[in-house]
C-alpha cells in the first residue's frame, strides 16, 4: 500500500506528461523525494516552484484519498513498478507514474495492440473504414486501442466489440469524470471487455491540455497507430508524432485529393506511413510476433461489412454512404443533423443520446434513457420527423445515418 501512495503523491507532484526519471535520480528514491525538505528540493534543478508547492500541499493522506475512491468503485491502480504495468509503455520517453483502470487491462505485451484514432467530425467514409478495420484487427486476436471520444474513436471501440474483440479506451479525464455521458453506455461496454485507462486521478475533468498529454499512452501502448481521417493541425497528428518517436508503426486512411480539410492523413503517406488497402497489409507483419494473432479469421472488407450490415438488416450494396465520391455530400448532412441535434432537450434529448450508429431495440433505449415507453414511442417519433433517427427491421432505431 505504501509504494502505491507514494507513486500517486509522485504524480501529483510532478503532474502528468513529466518526466520524472531524473528527478528519482536525483533523490535516489520516491521516499527521500517525500521525506526531503524545502531547501533540497529546491537545490533540485528538475523541479520547479509549482512542482514544489504541490509536494509540500499534497501528503500521504491525500493519496490515501484517491486509493479509497478506487477501491469503493472497483478500480484498479497500476503503478510503474507493478508487474501488470505494460513494457510497451514503459519503455516510452515519459511513462505515466500511475495508470487508474476501469476493467482489466488486457495482457498488452503479449498481443498485437492496434490503436486507431481520427478526428471527432469524421466523414461516413472514414467512420465506416475505421470500424471494420478494428472489427477486423479484433476477429484476429487483436487488442484496439483508442481514446473514447466521438467519432473515429467511437467507430473504432465499436468495430472491436462486434468483432468479438477487446478494446481499452485512454481518456482525457479521469475515470467518474462527467464527461461525454452520450457515451456511458460505451463505455461501460469497454469496461466489460478491456479496460478505460487514464492517468489523471479519479474525478479530473477533461481539459485542452489532458487530451494531447493522453495521446502518447494511446501510441504508447501500440504496436501500430492507424490514423483514419484528419486535418494538417488535428490532434491525431499528434499522436501519430508520438507514434513516429517511440518506433511505432503508422497505417493510414488514404483521404481523398480534394477534402483538403483532412489531407492530413495524405500527408502522413508521403512521409511513409503505409496506406491501410486491405487487412492483410495490417496485419501480414506481426503474425510471427504474435501467437495470439490467428489469421485464418482475417477477412476481407467485402466480408467484413457484409457481417456488419447482416446484424443491421441493410442490403450492403444498397448503403450509399460508403460512396468515397460524396464525402462532402454526406459531411454536408452530418453538419446538418448535429445542428438539429443540438437543438432538441427533455426526453427527445434523452432518447437520442441512447441511439448509436447499429440498430438498437426499444427496451434497451428506454433503459438507456431512463424513460417509460410511452415517453420513448413518442421522442422516436419526433426524431424521425426531424431527420435524426431511423427505424429498422423488428422496431429496432438507430441515428439516422448522413
Known amino acids: 500500500m505504501s509504494d502505491v501512495l507514494y507513486w500517486i503523491w509522485l504524480q501529483h507532484c510532478i503532474g502528468c506528461a513529466r518526466c520524472f526519471d531524473n528527478v528519482l535520480d536525483y533523490f535516489g528514491s520516491i521516499e527521500a523525494f517525500y521525506e526531503s525538505n524545502y531547501l533540497q528540493k529546491k537545490c533540485c534543478s528538475e523541479l520547479n516552484d509549482n512542482m514544489i508547492r504541490k509536494s509540500e500541499e499534497f501528503t500521504l493522506n491525500d493519496a490515501k484519498k484517491i486509493v479509497d475512491k478506487c477501491k469503493k468503485n472497483g478500480w484498479n491502480i497500476i503503478t510503474y513498478e507493478d508487474s501488470e504495468y505494460p513494457v510497451k509503455l514503459k519503455n516510452i520517453y515519459n511513462p505515466p507514474a500511475v495508470l487508474y483502470v476501469s476493467g482489466n487491462l488486457p495482457d498488452i505485451d503479449n498481443v498485437l495492440t492496434f490503436g486507431s484514432v481520427g478526428t471527432r467530425k469524421a466523414s461516413p467514409y472514414a467512420l465506416k473504414a475505421s470500424k471494420v478495420i478494428a472489427k477486423g484487427v479484433a476477429r484476429c486476436g487483436g487488442v484496439v486501442v483508442s481514446g473514447g471520444a466521438l467519432g473515429i474513436d467511437t467507430a473504432s471501440h465499436e468495430g472491436a466489440l462486434e468483432g468479438g474483440g477487446k478494446t481499452v479506451a485512454v481518456l482525457g479525464c479521469g475515470l467518474g469524470a462527467n464527461y461525454l455521458m452520450s457515451n456511458a453506455d460505451l463505455r461501460r461496454r469497454i469496461a466489460a471487455n478491456g479496460a478505460l485507462i487514464s492517468e489523471y486521478p479519479p474525478g479530473t475533468q477533461a481539459s485542452k491540455y489532458t487530451f494531447p498529454a493522453r495521446n502518447r499512452i494511446i501510441s504508447g501502448l501500440s504496436d501500430a497507430v492507424f490514423v483514419a481521417e484528419a486535418g494538417i493541425k488535428s490532434g491525431s497528428l499528434i499522436t501519430a508524432s508520438f507514434a513516429a518517436d517511440q518506433g511505432r508503426d503508422i497505417f493510414v486512411l488514404p483521404s481523398s485529393i480534394f477534402d483538403t480539410g483532412f489531407n492530413g492523413t495524405n500527408k502522413l503517406i508521403e512521409d511513409g506511413a503505409v496506406p491501410v488497402t486491405s487487412m492483410n497489409v495490417i496485419l501480414s507483419d506481426y503474425k510471427e510476433k504474435y501467437r495470439t494473432l490467428d489469421i485464418s479469421k482475417s477477412a476481407s472488407f467485402e466480408e467484413l461489412l457484409s457481417d456488419e450490415y447482416k446484424e443491421r438488416d441493410i442490403p450492403f450494396e444498397k448503403d450509399e454512404?460508403?460512396?468515397?465520391?460524396?464525402?462532402?455530400?454526406?459531411?454536408?448532412?452530418?453538419?446538418?443533423?448535429?445542428?438539429?441535434?443540438?437543438?432538441?432537450?427533455?426526453?427527445?434529448?434523452?432518447?437520442y443520446d441512447a441511439l448509436t450508429d447499429g440498430y438498437t431495440d426499444i427496451d434497451?433505449?428506454?433503459?438507456r434513457a431512463n424513460l417509460d415507453m410511452k415517453d420513448v414511442l413518442m421522442s422516436l417519433t419526433m426524431l424521425e420527423l426531424d431527420g435524426l433517427a431511423e427505424a429498422g427491421i423488428g422496431k429496432r432505431y438507430r441515428k439516422k445515418q448522413a
Open 364 to 367: 434497451s433505449i428506454a433503459a
Open 321 to 351: 454512404q460508403l460512396s468515397f465520391d460524396k464525402i462532402d455530400e454526406h459531411r454536408d448532412n452530418q453538419d446538418k443533423m448535429t445542428q438539429t441535434a443540438a437543438k432538441i432537450s427533455g426526453n427527445e434529448k434523452a432518447v
